[in-house]
């Protein structure tokens, strides 16, 4: 008998840690599953608090923003608020419950149990679950994360909204001063500038935002907020301390480039990014001791190879996606150190999408960037072509952006992709089949069935094989007919 308990059973990565545990556990002599979760009403940070709500308010505010750039348009319609936050909350309700279903199904299984309770350390792999001590083979820690809030002087004397406060929110203050401007801030600033009207002020710390791509990435970002939504970004900007202002706000000390600036606004928004949630799990009573490359590639702890920590718990690389594929390779790696087996190292493909400029100028990333294809000495072509130069784009009413593709030199193998541009995101599949595939950039189509958005694919793909100075080998319109025939 092999006993599994996976604490936070209701979130992405213990789902599909259970569901692969299950799918092999004929594998084990037998296998017993103990499922712990405390979550109310339980479902899963990204499903109730992360980028399944996020998306649903962005759109009704991408809704207003581009409507009000198309001159062709007469008047601007405004976001309901109220209307909003309930449709959001009745879809994540939907979402939520199929979760815990799902959830509630598995532990129907033979051997299988799950306890809505909180599940805290006593001893190595020794849990406290209400008042019960549980002593299984192997322990699962998959709690998610939390808003990492800095250490800052004041900041535990002012009232601040985190991203989920803003997915909530109803009502709006008029001005705003807003910490952090990476995935988070990325997305909700400009719903905030464009839903609640609020007058913001971002603080930057590097010269602009996406500071690991190509600086036009960040630049272009930069405009974007500037212009097309009204934020004032200070960078180079630095925060120093915080206070109260005496009609109820909130006053923040910056430095900027050497000087300071104070500045003053009636709410502070704290998008600082997210740590581990490992608070009150008892880990002190373990030989576990988190920090940078406590988890191996495995997903074990350095510590206790009967440990595995998977999802943003580990903060390895807190993206959905990754949080499931983690769960399945942690499984996969039980099954195989209870058979005695290696274990595998589990690598993903990087694959991000921000919905920054609310959905329509989403930020996408696939495989290599210029700088990390560099730090492997692969010798690369970098080709990037902006959006204006096709005129689809001009007449959907959003040329501004760019896209980058990343190819081996010597072999042609399409190594990754970013893209900062309207549809941006729905594009990202195609690059990411591209790249995990290795498939070599001769050897992709370089039409488009129709003048669409994807256009600046072809335009990528053509360019990098004139810079292989392999051209004729590229599979243009001529050699689709000779196929087809």
Same mark, same amino acid.
């Given at each position: ?8 059973a209701y979130?992405s ?18 296998l017993?599953?103990?499922l ?9 940070? $990204?499903i ?12 009704a ?16 319609p ?6 909003v ?16 279903? &799902? ?5 129907? &299984? ?5 306890l !809505? ?7 190595? !792999? ?35 909204m985190?991203s989920a =406060? ?12 807003v ?15 464009e #839903? ?18 190509e ?16 934020i004032e970004v ?15 706000g ?16 009636d709410?502070?928004? $704290? *998008? ?22 406590w988890?191996e ?6 510590d206790?190879? !009967?440990?595995?920590?998977v ?11 990754v ?23 589990? #690598?993903?493909?990087?694959? &991000?999408?921000? *919905? ?12 290599h960037?210029p700088?990390?294809a ?10 990037? !072509? ?6 689809v ?6 040329s ?23 549809h941006?995101d ?11 595939m ?33 051209e004729? =080998? ?12």
């Open positions: 008998m092999v006993h599994v308990a996976i604490i936070g979130g990565a213990g789902v599909a840690v259970a569901d692969g545990l299950l799918e092999r556990a004929e594998e084990l002599s037998e017993e599953l103990t712990i979760d405390d979550g109310d009403p339980g479902g899963g940070l $990204c109730l608090r992360g980028c399944m709500p996020s998306k649903e308010v962005l759109s505010a991408d809704h207003r923003f581009r409507a009000r750039h198309d001159d062709r348009l007469e008047g601007v405004e976001v309901d608020p109220e209307a936050v309930a449709r959001k909350d009745e879809h994540i309700s939907g979402f939520a419950e199929h979760r815990r279903e &799902h959830v509630h199904e598995l532990a129907d &299984h033979e051997n299988v149990e799950f !809505r309770e909180t599940a805290r350390f006593v001893d190595d !792999r020794v849990l406290a679950v209400d008042g019960r001590r549980l002593e299984p083979d192997y322990v699962v820690v998959a709690t998610g994360s939390t808003l990492n809030v800095p250490d800052l002087p004041g900041i535990d004397d002012v009232e601040f985190g =406060d803003v997915l909530d929110a109803t009502s709006f203050p008029d001005s705003g001063i910490m952090g401007f990476g995935y988070v801030g990325l997305e909700l600033a400009p719903y905030l500038s #839903a609640g009207d609020v007058d913001l002020t971002v603080i930057e710390h590097d010269d602009h935002p996406l500071d690991e791509f600086s036009e990435y960040g630049e272009t970002i930069l405009e974007l907020y500037r212009e097309e939504f009204g200070l960078t180079n900007a630095d925060e120093r301390r915080l206070e109260w202002t005496d009609d109820g909130v006053r923040l000390y910056a430095d900027q480039e050497g000087e300071e600036r104070i500045l003053e606004a709410q502070l928004y $704290c *998008f600082t990014g997210r740590r581990p949630n490992l608070d009150g799990l008892g880990l002190e009573e373990t030989r576990l001791e988190p920090g940078e490359g988890i590639s495995t997903m074990q702890a350095a206790d190879d !009967r440990v595995f920590v999802g943003d718990a580990n903060g390895r690389e807190p993206i959905l996606h949080a499931k594929e983690q769960g399945f390779a942690a499984a996969q790696n039980i099954v195989s150190h209870a058979r005695e087996e290696e274990c595998e190292p589990y #690598a993903n493909v990087p694959h &991000h999408v921000i *919905f920054s400029g609310l959905g329509t100028y989403p930020f996408t990333r696939i495989g960037t700088e990390t560099a730090e492997t000495e692969m010798e690369t072509i970098v080709v990037t !072509r902006e959006a204006s130069d096709d005129g784009f001009k007449t959907k009413g959003h501004e952006g760019q896209a980058t593709i990343i190819v081996d030199a010597e072999g042609g193998t399409v190594l990754g992709f970013q893209g900062l541009h309207l941006a729905v594009m990202a599949k195609t690059m990411q089949v591209l790249v995990e290795k498939v070599d950039v001769r050897e992709v189509p370089k039409r488009a069935y129709h003048p669409t958005t994807p256009e600046i694919l072809d335009g990528l793909l053509r360019e990098a094989c004139e810079e292989l100075g392999d004729q =080998d590229c599979v243009d319109d001529t050699d689709a007919r000779d196929l087809a025939l």
